[in-house]
């Protein structure tokens, strides 16, 4: 996909050509930036497992706990990401002001919409069918099997008591 967009960009007169390719590898460099915050958050933050980087490197240094890491890389992490997405938005060069959502062409609409729309989809996917995530955060439907206690029917829904 990135080589023919790196095509389109060489090898066409298409209007839209660097506009494409300059906002994927931004939209590409955002996404990697964002996972990386989250993937610190849920491995050394939300968790503290003795095979995580801040648990080692907490037994390394001695002075602080693998969640104060955590935070430490986090906050690292955060600060980064802005410093460096405004850095990419100053240098992607200017381009028409805009001051309402009406000034925004239907080019601008499809590429806002489709990552908002992919990662709507991802949110669904893991909160309603990713086997991982129904059993600790997701919703859960349908209801656990309980081993404990009677179980009350209210219809649909089975209630443990």
Known sequence: LLAGMVGACFYTEWKYRDLLLSRTMLLVGIMNTLFATYDIWDDCVARTVPESDAYKFAE??????????????????????????????????????????????????????????????????????????????????PPPASDKGSEVSTGELSVAS
Not at 114 to 127: E, S, W
Request: glycine residues 8%.
């Open 60 to 141: 390394l240094v001695k002075c602080a706990s693998p969640k104060c890491i955590g935070v430490l890389w986090l906050l690292i992490s955060i600060v980064l990401a802005i410093c460096l997405l405004g850095t990419a938005l100053r240098w992607s060069g200017g381009g028409p002001n805009i001051t309402s959502a009406s000034d925004f062409s239907d080019f601008s609409w499809a590429c806002m919409a489709g990552p908002a729309l992919f990662f709507a989809a991802a949110v669904i996917f893991r909160l309603c069918c990713s086997q991982t995530y129904r059993r600790t955060r997701g919703l859960q439907w």
